[in-house]
């Protein structure tokens, strides 16, 4: 504070002339800066041995002496920021720092990006918006999804097609598939460095039960104990071959039963505010450490004013770095997503199957999606709804549509425009089409869409994609009107199926027939893409489009203080 009080009262003397160089008593300037003359003194030495001004003066009470500035306060408040930064002192910075945040954007971004500060490799990732707070259960944004996996850890986690244990080293179950018990790794740790015990975990898998979603999701759980202090038991009231993918969900992430910010993963919370979130490595995490010790998102909206909307442009595009500067950043990796936007009719005596199937062949012959005014690369029509599983062939439009449909549809803003490009579609074929936007990004049990003829949503697909799909079917509101007598069933009798390879043939069929009888049709899928500067590393984009902080890394400096340049990789 006192280094901020300081620049405050330099700032004060400087604005008498805007910087310019000018005659002036001590007089004149202890007024100005609100304190005694013997003070200006002592602070016109000590800026001038600190290279910001040269003062001469004259003698005489009174008398003028020549003031000339070497730095502007602005350039002052960009020292001490780095400063504070260099020192590992994030928070304290945001605090001392006191500037509108049109300025703090300015300061931020030579910043951005990898930075070795006091030997250790930093990461700073600018952010459009303040997050979510971080509840596992509650999360629907994408960026936050990513941030609860590397803070909080499953028993069981996902890695690609597969699942793979976590916090349990392995796991067993009997002959029926309805005993299973994960046996813990020893010595494992919370990030304020408790030991993990089953009976805590054992606590949160019962408070998770006890919530909509969770219940949901681990319908089939009888009961949970701990046997053994490296042992968890689950018992269920039938087979359900899921349970390890079940355990992997973000709803089953487990924090710390006392303190709701404290998990067990890669990461560690230490700071979460509107203007910053921190992260800090974990240093007794069970599996391989990062090689990043801090992560920092810097929440400055003003930074994406300028034409590219978001820090992830169109929440697909992340620019780890200044995003003005997207040309000189290097495009480090780009997938398509495997979730995708789509829409769901929902039949009724107002609008009946055929009806329903003669929309979206209308939707899929016009060719809507391709027009689309969106920025080029951004997205793609989707052929398939998996890799591998293409798409049932369209039918012609064939009869009429109702002389009125209801739309309802929820984030991101590119369904917003594809509703605006069907009410046009739709006023052609004599369907007036009435939009209701919902400013969310998933569909929650307490949305009212009693009156929606059609939904639009964005199904979010990470890891396990088949798993994902079920759990869409099986929990989500969009789907509760289909579930009791369409969907209960064969989702059912998917979850007793011990054979992957059936389960898989399974869910392939089920979606075949739900596409085909009218009641689900995939729109479009994303581009993500991921840009970083010179010396940011090991970035790949895994299946939410982010980046697994564990695995980037930051060449450290040279002699002379530069990061050296990455190494060619080894044949």
């Given at each position: 504070m006192r280094q901020l009080h300081r620049v405050n009262q330099f700032q004060r003397l400087w604005q008498l002339s805007q910087g310019e160089a000018q005659r002036i008593s001590v007089a004149a300037m202890a007024q100005h800066c609100y304190c005694s003359e013997r003070h200006v003194r002592t602070l016109l030495r000590q800026w001038q041995q600190a290279g910001w001004l040269q003062w001469h003066g004259a003698a005489g009470r009174g008398k003028q002496g020549e003031l000339r500035f070497l730095l502007s306060p602005e350039q002052l408040r960009q020292q001490l920021l780095s400063q504070q930064l260099a020192a590992g002192e994030a928070v304290q910075a945001l605090q001392v720092l006191d500037v509108a945040p049109e300025r703090l954007v300015k300061m931020l971004r030579p910043l951005m990006g990898g930075q070795w500060q006091n030997q250790a490799p930093v990461l700073r990732i600018p952010y459009y918006r303040a997050m979510e707070a971080l509840d596992p259960l509650q999360l629907t944004g994408?960026?936050?999804?990513?941030?609860?996996?590397?803070?909080f850890s499953g028993l069981t986690?996902?890695?690609?097609?597969?699942?793979?244990?976590?916090?349990?080293?392995?796991?067993?179950?009997?002959?029926?598939?309805r005993e299973w018990y994960f046996w813990l790794r020893p010595l494992l740790s919370w990030h304020n460095d408790e030991p993990v015990q089953a009976a805590q975990l054992v606590q949160q898998?019962?408070?998770?039960?006890?919530?909509?979603?969770?219940?949901?999701?681990?319908?089939?759980?009888?009961?949970?104990?701990?046997?053994?202090?490296l042992a968890l038991r689950i018992r269920l009231r039938t087979s359900d071959y899921w349970l390890p993918q079940r355990l992997a969900h973000q709803f089953c992430l487990l924090p710390h039963p006392e303190h709701a910010d404290t998990g067990s993963g890669p990461w560690r919370l230490t700071h979460f505010t509107r203007e910053l979130v921190r992260l800090e490595s974990h240093a007794r995490w069970h599996h391989q450490r990062p090689l990043i010790q801090v992560?920092?998102?810097?929440?400055?909206?003003?930074?994406?004013?300028?034409?590219?909307?978001t820090s992830c442009r169109h929440p697909v595009q992340i620019a780890i770095g200044d995003p003005d500067e997207l040309d000189t950043l290097r495009p480090v990796d780009r997938s398509i997503s495997l979730g995708f936007c789509y829409l769901a009719p929902r039949f009724s005596a107002r609008f009946s199957q055929a009806q329903a199937k003669t929309l979206l062949a209308l939707i899929q012959h016009s060719g809507v999606i391709?027009?689309?005014?969106?920025?080029?690369?951004?997205?793609?029509?989707?052929?398939?709804?998996?890799?591998?599983?293409?798409?049932?062939?369209?039918?012609?439009?064939?009869?009429?549509?109702?002389?009125?449909l209801t739309l309802h549809y929820h984030l991101p803003i590119?369904?917003?425009?594809?509703?605006?490009?069907?009410?046009?579609?739709?006023?052609?074929?004599?369907?007036?089409?009435?939009?209701?936007?919902?400013?969310?990004?998933?569909?929650?049990?307490?949305?009212?869409?009693?009156?929606?003829?059609?939904?639009m949503g964005d199904r979010l697909i990470g890891d396990a994609p088949q798993f994902t799909l079920v759990n869409w079917l099986e929990n989500d509101a969009a789907w509760q009107p289909l579930r009791p007598a369409v969907l209960q069933a064969p989702l059912h009798a998917i979850a007793r199926q011990a054979s992957p390879a059936l389960r898989s043939a399974a869910i392939h069929q089920l979606f075949q027939q739900l596409m085909r009888d009218g009641h689900l049709l995939p729109l479009f899928n994303y581009r993500y893409q991921v840009f970083a500067p010179p010396g940011v590393e090991g970035i790949q984009l895994n299946s939410m489009g982010w980046f697994d902080f564990t695995r980037a890394w930051i060449p450290p400096p040279a002699a002379g203080g530069a990061v050296q340049p990455a190494p060619e990789p080894v044949p």
């Open positions: 994408r960026a936050e999804q990513h941030l609860v996996r590397q803070i986690r996902f890695n690609a097609d597969d699942v793979e244990g976590d916090l349990a080293h392995h796991w067993q179950h009997d002959a029926q598939g898998l019962q408070r998770i039960m006890q919530t909509p979603q969770g219940g949901r999701l681990l319908a089939a759980v009888e009961h949970i104990d701990a046997p053994h202090p992560v920092e998102y810097w929440i400055t909206p003003q930074l994406f004013d300028r034409g590219l909307g391709q027009q689309l005014p969106l920025d080029e690369g951004l997205i793609t029509p989707t052929a398939e709804l998996l890799p591998g599983w293409p798409l049932p062939a369209p039918h012609r439009p064939e009869g009429t549509l109702p002389a009125t590119e369904l917003h425009v594809m509703a605006q490009a069907l009410v046009p579609l739709l006023a052609a074929q004599g369907c007036t089409l009435t939009c209701v936007f919902h400013d969310v990004k998933s569909w929650r049990d307490d949305i009212d869409l009693s009156d929606a003829d059609i939904i």
